[in-house]
């Protein structure tokens, strides 16, 4: 056995001779980010040894002057002795003060205000199947002895004319002291269905005014939870944080990998559920002090694979051809079954899945972008970790998924990072210096670069000739910000260590970063084309794009198109709906046949696998070029680099 | 704190000073009888101070003798400083090797056989809503990539034509790796409602034999659970033991006192579920190799009291006038909601109670009795912790309750102990020398009477002069068996010391003794004679006496008669029809035709509450006498004494 203490943290742990580095960060709770799940591609994993020895594989990812600073990569090594460890403070602070989009109440409010009117538009009601009814019994005495169960079921039947009632084990756990509390008035919440009652919750006096549900969106990276007066139908309070499960993998593929991996399963369901989820809620509790006895309906939203972790159900042959999901339609599902820290018996559904790459994030954000009301032909694309593509309007929706990676999430670059403190989000590069003017996120010196600020930049480097069309950098230049290493492989300097005293290491982008991120929007235009090229049409009859995913709020348009990200449309059509997969949750929270609507979009929207698909491949590489090797496809920037 | 260690178990705990050490042993589960829990009036707690001194009341139930030698109460002792205690081996053992009644497996069958046999009798079918059915589903391709569920789902609706189906999340969780196993061949278990079924479980390959269910008794003291094949309705194992929560009362009264303080209804519960029914399930399991989710459906009886801290609920309204249950009828329950060891959904059923003091055992026990099938008039009288009777035959059932305690389990007296190694089970006394003839369980020493000794003693007794009718012990005599204390309390002699070496005091019966156990009988025989008076009839039109409970299978009717606990009616109307309530939940299980009849009963039996009839209480006193205040109701006793 050997000793680890991970600094700043101060965190020691004991790990076997030869026992992995970065799975010990990950029993000690020690945040080190690995998108690649420890498979030494990404590089993230870099820690830096600051006392002792260790048996480090060399990698391409550490170069001859961090090796000799002591930087090793956490998933390439293995413990031969007590040793220190240095977690660089971006790494291990890049799960807190995550910026999550529309954390702006303002914003999120026009957002919830939008999904509600859409329903009203569509007449779509706000029923609910889930009552709080105020009661007052007769008392018990010698000659009206009756059991307490009896004596409620027989008000029920009596005034509501109900016949049978059911209860939970935990109602009728508290049912003797709670009907003597206040003198047999009781208030009931209970669950109709045709001809029978289920009591979800007994309390004393009157409380019909407290019913709560939650709205929760999944995402791969980042987790929402909203809580609902399910009275007013209005969201009271909202909280968020990253998945605890990205510690075990960065996008659904290397989470699926590790899930199976000695059955690793109920460890990625207890990071969501446990971790992730019931803090949240605990969170939001204690801050309006609802009880959680009162919050009986809950809605999530996640793609497949977080539907399927979050049940905790084996998840390898979401990935293995023919890529079989285990479910799409939500399981009749109660808050005891989940392990959610809700009413045992809350109605907990998930918004349906589509295939097992298009889940319900997408069903849900397609819901509240309210394509199936509209004639309009209508482009939905959501940048989270994975893109997911839809097009169509209330006759029809196809669907497709891109393997873009978690590139607009800052995953796949070098010195890219998750939207928080220290990513540079917006950037500006003079013509003549090619000195960059960054945004960063946060008064604080630049730690990398985010999803929106990649686009600015590769965007700025091809306007003012740092790259070329094929994201290589010239060869010609002399400015002393553009290098070229060993092997000639090039690269653009964003912030010099000089320059900042917290900066460890220059800050820089190179061909390998730019070629990573064109596959990435290469996969994304080029399946939103083939998806509209299936039906025998093209980008001219699109009337509007939505733009869902934690990136969209702070996406450039006018960039994303100039590289070929998104279409060369009028600017005029796009429309940024933030987390729709969030809204589509509340809105099925709120209103039953805005449920019904939402199994309608899962069960009739057709799915086409990309990957199968005979064009495609000949789609993506062509799109793999700034913007796209045939230019026509994007006049106005043909214009512009004209 | 100071430190109690109990020997010979050699088991050690710290207390703070001032703890009470039957407290103290209950959390080390150190097993020490205190059937009055702990309100040191019934004096069985006695342990021995080995080493160190500690704080302890003087108490009745000490002799100056036995204070000598160092035995204390242990409900009356406070811990002040390092202590040795010393629990004596009858007590530490009586849980173990406990004699349940019908452990023999021929009378077991005989009972069972007989059970079966009243349901054909009577057209009650054997029809279940649980199914297994083995299916052979279509492999999975890319062009036929549907989800696992909805695979399972189109063969389903396609073979059977069912349109619903529910998955449990346990059912999920295996479904992928299940489906692969065999090749997309599988067995479900299903439960068939109207236009839905709802799957427990999916095994790989052709399981379909393989069903199972249980069928338990929870008694007072003890409890039993039955292994039944659901396939061939055979009862396949069984396994008994003492009910767990003992340790905490010995009655029912006593339990719901400890339930209530400090919030106990939690410990209780896990007393009965995880330290006694999920041990005995285990140990069954382990020896048939039947896997628990394949046991989908359990039926209990109890009597409220058991059925209330089975399910954790406040019990303390059954005993508070006016005693109102918190249920009747079973709520619907699944093996998760309670936590036994079974398939998680799992049918779980409660045979319903009567009234708070009549249970699901006694409607259970009427069931398998079959006076709901017979013109008989018939008297049923359950000899268990408590007394319960019914009088009826297919036309009416009326019952009481009488609160006996737990005289006929050798409780309530002296030397009293359960029918397990040791104890007393037979006496024949030589009318000259007074000499008692001893039958013991077990090929040891005396250790205590159990409930049919006492019977045989206090007939014996009777017969050969020792008591009067009274109950006292004859003054005159100078028998050295026969002795007088200093407050002039007289006692019989069943066993010397110096006769036994394992024996530490002489087993002696005293008045006090007889005196609870008169009013034990007392209680037994004015019930009946009161629930039969109420209808304007009287033991003269009883057509058949059957005789249930615990202490059946070695009661000796004569003797019963004898001295006034059975009524004075010809021997050939008694049977013994061991523990009824065991065979009412197998009966239960089987068919769900005998589960209506059950319910049916339950609901239509009439309860008459004896504290509160005008009659009972006269009744009660003329009948705490050998055999009755009026001989005349007993003309064979009458005969035989004169």
Chains 1, 2 share one sequence.
Not at 614 to 635: G, K, R, W
Request: glycine share 8%.
């Amino acid at each position: 056995m050997a000793k680890v203490l991970f600094k700043p943290q101060n965190k020691e742990i004991e790990g076997e001779i030869g026992e992995n580095l970065l799975e010990l960060a990950r029993k000690t709770d020690i945040f080190i980010d690995a998108p690649c799940n420890g498979s030494q591609s990404c590089g993230k994993c870099k820690v830096k040894l600051l006392e002792g020895k260790c048996d480090s594989e060399k990698s391409i990812h550490i170069s001859d002057e961090e090796l000799d600073q002591g930087y090793i990569l956490a998933c390439a090594t293995k413990i031969t002795e007590d040793i220190v460890i240095g977690v660089p403070s971006k790494l291990s602070s890049s799960m807190h003060g995550m910026k999550i989009e529309g954390s702006d109440k303002k914003v999120d409010k026009k957002l919830f205000d939008r999904g509600r009117q859409l329903l009203e538009d569509n007449d779509l009601s706000y029923s609910s199947n889930i009552v709080k009814q105020y009661i007052e019994l007769d008392k018990p005495s010698l000659d009206d002895n009756i059991s307490d169960v009896d004596r409620l079921e027989r008000h029920v039947r009596q005034c509501a004319g109900i016949p049978g009632i059911d209860f939970r084990v935990d109602v009728l756990r508290k049912i003797t002291k709670v009907l003597r509390e206040e003198d047999f008035k009781v208030t009931l919440t209970y669950l109709k269905k045709k001809n029978k009652i289920t009591i979800l919750n007994i309390e004393a006096g009157n409380t019909e005014e407290k019913l709560y549900g939650l709205a929760i969106d999944i995402g791969t990276t980042s987790v929402v939870v909203c809580l609902v007066n399910l009275i007013t139908n209005e969201v009271i309070e909202k909280a968020s944080s990253g998945n605890s499960q990205i510690k075990y993998g960065a996008d659904v593929i290397n989470r699926i990998v590790f899930a199976v991996r000695k059955n690793n399963i109920e460890l990625m369901r207890k990071a969501i559920v446990d971790d992730t989820l019931n803090p949240l809620m605990e969170s939001i509790y204690e801050k309006t002090g609802v009880e959680k006895d009162n919050v009986v309906r809950v809605v999530l939203s996640g793609n497949t694979t977080m539907s399927t972790l979050f049940l905790g159900i084996y998840p390898d042959y979401l990935r293995l051809e023919p890529y079989i999901p285990p479910f799409l339609k939500s399981p009749n599902l109660m808050g005891e079954n989940v392990g959610l820290n809700v009413n045992g018996s809350a109605l907990v559904y998930l918004a349906p899945n589509v295939a097992s790459y298009v889940g319900g994030d997408i069903t849900a954000g397609v819901l509240s972008a309210g394509i199936w009301a509209s004639e309009e032909n209508t482009l939905f694309i959501d940048l989270g970790t994975n893109g997911e593509i839809v097009f169509g309007n209330k006759d029809f929706m196809m669907c497709c998924a891109c393997s873009a990676g978690p590139a607009f999430e800052g995953g796949g670059i070098g010195c890219g990072m998750r939207a928080s403190a220290g990513a540079i989000e917006k950037v500006d590069i003079d013509k003549d210096t090619l000195q960059p003017k960054l945004t960063i996120i946060g008064d604080c010196d630049p730690a990398g670069i985010c999803g929106s600020g990649i686009i600015d930049l590769i965007c700025q480097m091809l306007l003012k000739g740092v790259i070329d069309r094929r994201g290589k950098i010239q060869r010609e230049s002399n400015n002393r910000r553009i290098r070229f290493n060993e092997h000639e492989i090039g690269e653009y300097v964003l912030a010099f260590k000089e320059d900042y005293e917290e900066l460890e290491n220059d800050l820089v982008v190179d061909e390998i970063d730019i070629d990573s991120f064109i596959r990435a929007k290469g996969a994304i235009y080029s399946g939103a084309s083939v998806l509209i090229e299936s039906l025998g049409m093209d980008f001219e009859v699109i009337d509007k794009v939505y733009i869902a995913g934690g990136i969209g709020n702070n996406l450039d348009i006018e960039n994303s198109i100039l590289i070929g990200l998104l279409p060369d449309v009028d600017r005029s059509k796009f429309q940024y709906i933030g987390n729709s997969s969030l809204v589509g949750s509340y809105l099925t929270l709120i209103s039953s046949d805005a449920r019904h609507k939402l199994e309608e979009i899962g069960s009739e929207m057709t799915y086409v696998e990309l990957s199968v698909y005979p064009t495609y491949m000949d789609e993506f590489v062509s799109a793999c070029f700034l913007p796209h090797t045939n230019i026509d496809q994007f006049p106005t920037v043909k214009d512009l680099l004209d």
